[in-house]
């Protein structure tokens, strides 16, 4: 009841694209008649959660923040909501986010921009003067990130215990820095895909947001595995999750990539990221500089290949299966032009259009097969990394802590996401395990976020690192 009421607080966030108020009072009223019967709970069970709105949910609206799915009721859950529905989660709703997950802000959804509940801190309105929601001259707050930013919002904003997101690029882990929670991006293979609704389906997996790291490990207890509706995901993870508290650092060995220290990093994240190392440091572990030469190709590399599996992604949306279909029958041709015209806002397709270009007879040799070579090299790069010894990365998750609404949209869609995916997208493309933690306040009062990178199927071994320096 209270997380409910906090959503309809915090409704100005614009957190949520969906409310299923009945489906989580139904489940809690399960819940609490299987607690008082004395049965057997699951590890989930009471919990309130949200989910991003591109995982299907059976019976209730899936849009991907489009146009385009408007209106499209699932009839089946996908694997990670249907295993956090069997522990006994409950569904508060589905969160909002950039359409079809393309983006680093959440801004660019059909249903509007979400809202950093962080603007309304009491320290960063007393330092920029700014308003409270209803109050004159509220024309402009802090993105939160994206693109999982509703379920970031959500989690930020106390409405919920834990969200799920997606993570392409990054995007789990930039809402996660922005917001001040933890983001975890697991091992490509351990978290089945089924029912998410792809973005680039060589990259995506379903991330956690949540406020501490015990938190992310009961949560990936639950969703971790093989799943057979998902030919991707690896038969044996290691399970169970449960961390174990790490006492002694002194065994082990953090690398700091040298190429990630880029001009446009912003002093107090550079300064953070260096007293981290220093920590570690003092606690006896071996820090040292690493090099992940490739790294200066990652961003043009996503593109390639991320609008490549777009195009090919997005050809489904054809005005005769889901959502979205326009009033023209003069032919088919024109129906299927006119629907994906009205259906798809201009981020996407500007990305079909990419994508089929890259595709394209005479292109594909020189664009998207040499893309997926530097996609092997970058990946390379890190396994070069781990196998001289390196047990984790340390790397900053964001340039900077979270800039105002104004300032993000002067840049457009794909600058923007070359520029705050840096840290966060090669990783998607080496299928590692990532996750970024709050580390401390900015001079403003906003949180600011580092990043772990580990070993694939080292997840449980990464998120143990997160929890000591959490
Ligand atoms: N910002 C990146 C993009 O727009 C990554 C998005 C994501 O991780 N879903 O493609």
Redesign the pocket.
């Known amino acids: 009841q209270k997380c409910l009421s906090l959503i309809k607080k915090t409704k100005f966030l614009n957190a949520y694209i969906t409310v299923s108020e009945e489906v989580a009072f139904q489940q809690a009223e399960e819940s609490e008649k299987r607690y008082k019967k004395g049965q057997s709970l699951g590890d989930l069970d009471g919990i309130p959660i949200a989910v991003k709105d591109n995982f299907s949910t059976s019976g209730i609206e899936t849009t991907c923040a489009s146009n385009m799915l408007k209106g499209y009721v699932p009839p089946y859950n996908a694997t990670v909501v249907q295993k956090l529905l069997d522990q006994g989660a409950l569904l508060m709703g589905k969160t909002n986010l950039?359409e079809f997950?393309?983006?680093?802000g959440s801004t660019d959804g059909v249903f509007g921009p979400v809202k950093n509940p962080w603007t309304y801190s009491k320290q960063y309105r007393e330092k920029r003067k700014q308003k409270l929601p209803g109050e004159k001259e509220d024309s402009d707050w802090l993105i939160t990130g994206?693109?999982?930013g509703g379920s970031a919002a959500a989690v930020s904003a106390f409405t919920c215990f834990a969200a799920l997101g997606?993570?392409?690029?990054?995007?789990?882990r930039?809402p996660a820095a922005h917001c001040g929670l933890v983001g975890f991006k697991p091992s490509y293979g351990l978290v089945s895909r089924h029912g998410l609704i792809p973005?680039?389906n060589s990259?995506?997996v379903p991330g956690v947001l949540t406020r501490c790291v015990d938190d992310t490990a009961i949560v990936l207890d639950v969703l971790a595995g093989h799943d057979p509706k998902d030919s991707t995901t690896v038969r044996d993870p290691v399970k169970p999750f449960m961390l174990p508290s790490l006492t002694d650092v002194s065994k082990l060995c953090l690398g700091i990539p040298k190429e990630y220290l880029v001009p446009e990093l912003s002093s107090e994240v550079r300064s953070l990221w260096s007293k981290a190392a220093d920590l570690f440091e003092s606690e006896g572990a071996k820090v040292i500089e690493v090099s992940l030469p490739h790294t200066s190709y990652s961003i043009v590399c996503?593109h390639v290949l991320?609008t490549s599996e777009v195009a090919s992604n997005m050809a489904r949306f054809d005005g005769l299966e889901y959502g979205h279909r326009c009033d023209i029958d003069v032919s088919t041709e024109a129906m299927y032009a006119a629907t994906r015209r009205e259906g798809f806002n201009d981020?996407v397709r500007g990305?079909i259009l990419s994508g089929n270009f890259f595709l394209l007879k005479e292109n594909y040799e020189n664009y998207f097969l040499k893309a997926q070579k530097v996609r092997r090299l970058i990946a390379n790069d890190f396994v070069n990394v781990f196998n001289s010894g390196v047990n984790v990365l340390l790397t900053p998750t964001t340039l900077s802590e979270a800039v105002p609404y104004s300032e993000f949209i002067k840049e457009d869609?794909r600058t923007?996401?070359a520029q705050?995916?840096i840290f966060?997208?090669a990783v998607?493309m080496a299928g590692l395990p990532a996750v970024s933690i709050p580390v401390a306040l900015s001079n403003q009062g906003l949180p600011i976020g580092l990043q772990f990178i580990g070993r694939a199927f080292c997840d449980q071994q990464l998120l143990t690192i997160a929890k000591w320096f959490e």
């Open positions: 950039d997950a393309m983006g680093s994206g693109s999982s997606s993570d392409t690029g990054g995007s789990t930039n973005l680039v990259m995506d996503y991320c981020v990305r869609n923007r996401s705050d995916d966060t997208q998607n």
